[in-house]
Nanobody, 121 residues
Framework: QVRLVESGGGSVQAGGSLRLSCAVSGYTYTKAWFRQAPGKQREGVAA????????YYADSVKGRFTIAQDNAKNTVYLQMNSLKPEDTAMYYCAAGGVSGGILDDREYNYWGQGTQVTVSS
């Protein structure tokens, strides 16, 4: 059974930083972070393949967010800097055997419960 547990969300002012963590138990897969704001579709934010140092980012977060993984701990992180009010959303960690678009949520089978990020102006 694959289980994902996120932590690290919270409230910050614009320009601030937060670091999200996702502990993955079970098999290792490609891991990603998605977010969903009220009334909007879920959006792929960042992803990284197991054993890879090559991340993928949505254009909206490039240069501000960094995804990283600790293979020994099977944990994936999302460092978020220069946060903007439009980054406010519920953030979800996901894992899956991705064969298509790495930021496509249809490629992911396993999801965490989500952690809220709120950025105030």
């Amino acid at each position: 059974q694959v289980r994902l547990v996120e932590s690290g969300g919270g409230s910050v002012q614009a320009g601030g930083s937060l670091r999200l963590s996702c502990a993955v138990s079970g098999y290792t897969y490609t891991k990603a972070w998605f977010r969903q704001a009220p009334g909007k579709q879920r959006e792929g934010v960042a992803a990284i393949r197991t054993g890879s140092d090559s991340p993928y980012y949505a254009d909206s977060v490039k240069g501000r967010f960094t995804i990283a993984q600790d293979n020994a701990k099977n944990t994936v992180y999302l460092q978020m800097n220069s946060l903007k009010p439009e980054d406010t959303a519920m953030y979800y960690c996901a894992a899956g055997g991705v064969s298509g678009g790495i930021l496509d949520d249809r490629e992911y089978n396993y999801w965490g419960q989500g952690t809220q990020v709120t950025v105030s102006s």
